[in-house]
């Protein structure tokens, strides 16, 4: 970057094919992707992000690291050094590299598609095709909110999330049991406990969030929506 921040990912496909940026969600990182990096890594260059803060990509401190508008700028980064011109891989002319732009498949889930959302309304020259998962428009879920009060009990943990330091101690209780849960419980969608994730899949996401000061980051996201 040019801040000299080390961003982390994970690589599958030809350099030269079209790019496809993977965006993981809370509380997660690039592991997430793993199997759209096997699916899509024969046609795309599919890139998996561990985004500011997560996995192993570099946490600097502080709130106001993790401000919206650095972490679009992070993608926008990522995309412009890794995207190939208008989407389509290798560029064949000099014309190609000068007129065009870099462009890519973005695809976001959850805090991933927040930021998905963003990225493709503030540069939408840079995205080709937008996929979202688990993560509406702020602007509709705003206006979903104000006439379903409900969802302000559902999405309760956002309020949470902008105390200091309870969060954090809350989701590192008894082995990062919540965690654990929120990984695996029913409302992942996936309904025989056989098919979740294995406690060695957990781990590969609970490594980083256990590491000395791993939660803070993550939760800095949502202590910057308001």
Not at 7 to 29: I, S
Not at 46 to 70: I, M, N, Q, T
Not at 159 to 170: C, G, H, I, V
Request: proline share 8%; aromatic share 10%.
């Amino acid at each position: 970057q040019d801040s000299g921040l080390r961003l982390h990912y994970v690589t599958r496909g030809p350099t030269t094919a079209p790019l496809m940026l993977l965006l993981h969600g809370f509380p997660q990182n690039w592991f997430c992707w793993r199997h759209l990096l096997q699916e899509f890594g024969t046609r795309y260059r599919v890139v998996a992000l561990d985004l500011r803060g997560y996995g192993a990509s570099e946490k600097p401190p502080g709130k106001d690291s993790y401000r919206l508008e650095v972490l679009l700028e992070d993608i926008r980064q990522v995309i412009e050094i890794l995207g190939t011109p208008n989407g389509q891989g290798e560029v064949t002319s000099a014309t190609d590299a000068t007129a065009a732009s870099p462009k890519c498949i973005l695809v976001g889930h959850d805090w991933g598609g927040l930021l998905a959302w963003e990225l493709a309304a503030s540069h939408p020259a840079l995205v080709e095709k937008l996929v979202i998962m688990d993560a509406p428009h702020r602007a509709i879920m705003t206006g979903f909110t104000a006439c379903h009060p409900s969802q302000l009990l559902r999405s309760s943990y956002v309020f949470l999330f902008q105390l200091p330091w309870l969060p954090e101690l809350l989701l590192s209780l008894a082995d990062f049991e919540l965690v654990k849960t929120i990984l695996t419980g029913p409302w992942t969608g996936i309904q025989n406990p056989a098919q979740r994730l294995t406690e060695q899949e957990v781990d590969a996401y609970l490594y980083s969030l256990s590491q000395p000061g791993g939660l803070t980051p993550p939760i800095h996201y949502y202590r910057n929506l308001f």
